[in-house]
């Protein structure tokens, strides 16, 4: 089915969110859409969903204009979108969430034999034979999770497919998961739109682009016809060197250092990071990384060798403690373990202070507005509950709560996981500012051309130990040697 959305516009309050876009899905087409947060992706997708009515403008399916007064109306259409939130019930089947509303009866029951059939048949003609249509949700992997809506979509006779940051949560051997079956819909003839704001996602899979900028639409192009820089250009005007600022000078004094440290997921590790320096964790998933910082933060604690700052072996039980002794955590899962979603702006800058801090220093907040503005949060104001904030801008409230107390050491887990692009911008010069004030960041990221961009050093890890340490701009492909094993004993 081809899908044409025409001069569409859409104005909430009297504010323009999307003016005059256009944007065409083909069948067989992976249709990469992007643009920086509050450029009107979203909105769009809501458009093309029947959650939203354009002010102006049209939607064509198959040269015949349609008009949706509701997601049924775009489900009865053959538009399906998943969201990157799931939309699944835990309790149910797989089964059960397939065809939730849409069960089919037999002789006044519902018929959860033939559920089961038919969501065997469709995981079948995805390839997919590891999930038991059975099996209740909630034991199921994000990525199983993800192949669950998409069995829900195809149960339902869509023909397109909208998906919104697909693998936003996805570790690294889930994304190629998904690469096959967005391209097993795409040789069977679904039209698929994807929004992403990784650029090796959007090259690899896309064959054309459209970029919004400010609710507009500034371009469609062949992926073929442009390249990583040109496409940042178009998306925030500025090119992709800019993302990463200037290195600092030569590091201080050592601030955190791993004398051996070991527990029952990581061993034997061995590294320092210095005042003034940004170090990068690089490692493939499975290798440690997460469990490095965990460990750090005291929720796994080492049991074997020694975790020291500033020099003085330290043993951090807890977070708490963690805290105390001069270490913070950005975590990778921001709204479940970095932010209290349902407070406000204000509290949730100060939750680290007033975990560091007691009596009078721990309740002040006069210099709230001068945090805010450091960080650059775009909020109502200071009241304004978390929840209600883009992704980067909840990631620029975790890094202000951190700016707070200014720790010795801060470990930064994947810093820009699902923040646009110019939000990555002002999250690397944060990170960058801290250092330069005498910090010590360790930073982990699955984006290898992040971590080297933003490192002055890189330590690999490999099976839960130290492969390897490289220099500042280290190839792509050094780091993935140490990081498979093959490079063991060729890093400086």
């Known amino acids: 089915m081809n899908v044409r959305l025409e001069g569409i516009t859409k104005?909430?309050?009297?504010?323009?969110?999307?003016?005059?876009?256009?944007?065409?899905?083909?069948?067989?087409?992976?249709?990469?859409?992007?643009?920086?947060?509050?450029?009107?992706?979203?909105?769009?997708?809501?458009?093309?969903?029947?959650?939203?009515?354009?002010?102006?403008?049209?939607?064509?399916?198959?040269?015949?204009?349609?008009?949706?007064?509701?997601?049924?109306?775009?489900?009865?259409?053959?538009?399906?979108?998943?969201?990157?939130?799931?939309?699944?019930?835990?309790?149910?089947?797989?089964?059960?969430?397939?065809?939730?509303?849409?069960?089919?009866?037999?002789?006044?029951?519902?018929?959860?034999?033939?559920?089961?059939?038919?969501?065997?048949?469709?995981?079948?003609?995805?390839?997919?034979?590891?999930?038991?249509?059975?099996?209740?949700?909630?034991?199921?992997?994000?990525?199983?999770?993800?192949?669950?809506?998409?069995?829900k979509a195809l149960s339902a006779d869509a023909r397109v497919l909208a998906m919104d940051e697909p693998t936003a949560a996805l570790a690294d051997h889930e994304v190629e998961l998904l690469y096959a079956l967005v391209r097993r819909l795409c040789e069977r003839g679904m039209a698929v739109l994807y929004v992403s704001h990784r650029m090796r996602e959007v090259f690899d899979l896309s064959r054309r682009i459209t970029v919004l900028k400010d609710g507009a639409f500034v371009a469609t192009t062949a992926t073929a016809d442009i390249d990583s820089d040109r496409l940042v250009?178009?998306?925030?005007?500025?090119?992709?060197?800019?993302?990463?600022?200037?290195?600092?000078?030569?590091?201080?004094?050592?601030?955190?250092?791993?004398?051996?440290?070991?527990?029952?997921?990581?061993?034997?590790?061995?590294?320092?990071?210095?005042?003034?320096?940004?170090?990068?964790?690089?490692?493939?998933?499975?290798?440690?990384?997460s469990a490095t910082a965990r460990a750090i933060w005291g929720v796994e604690p080492f049991t074997a060798g020694s975790l020291e700052v500033d020099g003085t072996p330290v043993h951090v039980d807890g977070p708490r403690t963690a805290v105390r002794v001069g270490i913070g955590y950005v975590t990778e899962d921001r709204k479940g373990e970095g932010l209290a979603l349902r407070q406000s702006v204000r509290d949730n800058v100060l939750l680290?202070?007033?975990?560091?801090?007691?009596?009078?220093?721990?309740?002040?907040?006069?210099?709230?507005?001068?945090?805010?503005?450091?960080?650059?949060?775009?909020?109502?104001?200071?009241?304004?509950?978390?929840?209600?904030?883009?992704?980067?801008?909840?990631?620029?409230?975790?890094?202000?709560?951190?700016?707070a107390v200014e720790p010795r050491v801060l470990v930064v887990d994947e810093p820009t996981r699902g923040v646009d692009v110019g939000a990555k911008q002002t999250v690397h010069r944060l990170l960058r500012d801290l250092a330069g004030r005498g910090m010590a960041i360790l930073v982990i990221s699955s984006e290898l051309p992040e971590l080297i961009g933003l490192s002055d050093r890189v330590v690999v890890l490999h099976q839960g130990s130290v492969a390897g340490e490289l220099p500042a701009g280290a190839s792509e492909e050094a780091v993935m040697r140490l990081a498979t094993g093959h490079g063991l004993g060729d890093a400086a």
């Open 11 to 151: 104005s909430f309050l009297g504010v323009a969110v999307l003016r005059g876009v256009d944007l065409e899905l083909r069948p067989g087409e992976v249709h990469a859409l992007v643009g920086e947060n509050g450029a009107g992706k979203s909105t769009l997708l809501k458009v093309l969903a029947g959650v939203h009515r354009p002010d102006s403008g049209r939607i064509v399916l198959d040269d015949e204009e349609v008009s949706f007064g509701s997601p049924r109306d775009a489900h009865a259409a053959g538009i399906a979108i998943i969201h990157q939130e799931l939309a699944l019930l835990d309790h149910r089947s797989v089964a059960e969430n397939v065809f939730l509303g849409r069960e089919p009866v037999r002789r006044g029951r519902v018929d959860g034999r033939a559920m089961e059939t038919e969501t065997r048949r469709l995981l079948d003609w995805l390839g997919v034979r590891t999930i038991d249509p059975a099996s209740p949700v909630s034991r199921l992997s994000v990525a199983q999770r993800q192949v669950v809506e998409i069995v």
């Open 233 to 289: 250009r178009l998306m925030v005007g500025r090119p992709l060197d800019a993302l990463y600022p200037e290195r600092g000078h030569d590091p201080g004094d050592v601030r955190l250092a791993l004398r051996g440290a070991g527990n029952g997921r990581v061993r034997d590790l061995t590294f320092e990071v210095r005042a003034g320096e940004i170090v990068g964790l690089a490692g493939l998933q499975g290798s440690g990384r």
């Open 352 to 403: 680290a202070r007033r975990a560091a801090l007691r009596g009078a220093a721990a309740r002040r907040s006069d210099d709230l507005a001068a945090l805010l503005d450091a960080v650059t949060v775009t909020a109502r104001g200071p009241h304004q509950e978390v929840r209600y904030l883009s992704g980067g801008n909840q990631q620029k409230v975790v890094l202000g709560k951190w700016l």
